[in-house]
């Protein structure tokens, strides 16, 4: 499903269960500690997995992939990527940093986003136009979908700025039948060394999963999209 949402400079890999035979390297266990639940270790050590999978389809042999600064993963040189987890669900993005500058990715349970906290992550302008998408395409949780592309967009922003961006510090608009949206980070946010302020990014919807993408090419030529890769809401 994430590759449907994916360029083809961007290899990755999903799995829709933890895979019993994922091991961890020794760095990747340790970074993990003792400490953690099940739930934790399972989720970590299965998108691990997927990472490797995704790094082999660009030439990378298995390396350890270690939580860095802010919980960032780190990549070996000349790579760039991305994880998500979420119930049911763990995947890996990943590309070469000559073609991919910045990817980012992010997976919700398909449902509404739970009491308050949509007022916290949305901007006036977007709850406008939540209200409007809800009345059109009700088949779609489109609060939890904004959530979903803005996760994707600060896990590419991240490794480029090494700083946050608040969930009020972006716009995102969503082209409901082309299953793209754009993310307009605001003015003033302003990164040294300069990243985009402006993010395209693709999203899916299945019944029970959201997904979000996020890619930044490496240079000025916009990367290529799979042929079949327009995702409109389900019917
Ligand atoms: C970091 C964050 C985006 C993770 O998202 P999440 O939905 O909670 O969790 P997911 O399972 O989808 O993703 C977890 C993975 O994200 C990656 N990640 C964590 N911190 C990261 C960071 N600072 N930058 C990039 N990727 C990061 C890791 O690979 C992590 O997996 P791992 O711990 O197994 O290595 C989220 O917890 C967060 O801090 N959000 C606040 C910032 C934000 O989203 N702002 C919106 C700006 S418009």
Partial sequence: MLELILPTAVACAESFAD???????????????TARHEGRRREFTTVRHC??????????????????????????????????????YRAAAVAL??????????????AALPGRTLGAVTLPEERQRLAALAADFPQVHWDRLLFCAKEAVYKAWFPMTR?????????????????????????????????????????AAAPHLLLAAVVVPAG????????????PPPS
Avoid at 19 to 33: C, D, F, I, K, Y
Avoid at 220 to 231: E, L
Wanted: charged fraction near 20%; glycine fraction near 12%.
């Fill in 51 to 88: 990472a490797r999978r995704a790094l082999a389809d660009i030439g990378v042999p298995p390396v350890p992939v270690l939580p860095g600064e802010r919980g960032a993963p780190v990549w070996p040189h000349g790579v760039v990527g991305s994880m998500t987890h979420s119930a049911g």
């Fill in 220 to 231: 000025p030529a916009a990367v290529r999209n799979r042929p079949d890769c327009a995702t």
């Fill in 163 to 203: 700083r946050r961006l608040g969930f009020r510090d972006a716009s995102v608009t969503f082209d409901p039948a082309g299953g793209t949206f754009r993310a307009a980070v605001v003015e003033g946010t302003g990164a040294e060394p300069p990243a985009p302020l402006v993010y395209e990014g693709r999203w």
């Fill in 19 to 33: 895979v019993p035979e994922s091991t961890l390297l020794p760095e990747e266990l340790e970074a993990l500690g």
């Fill in 97 to 110: 940093s000559d073609q991919v500058r910045a990817v980012g990715i992010d997976a919700e349970p398909h």
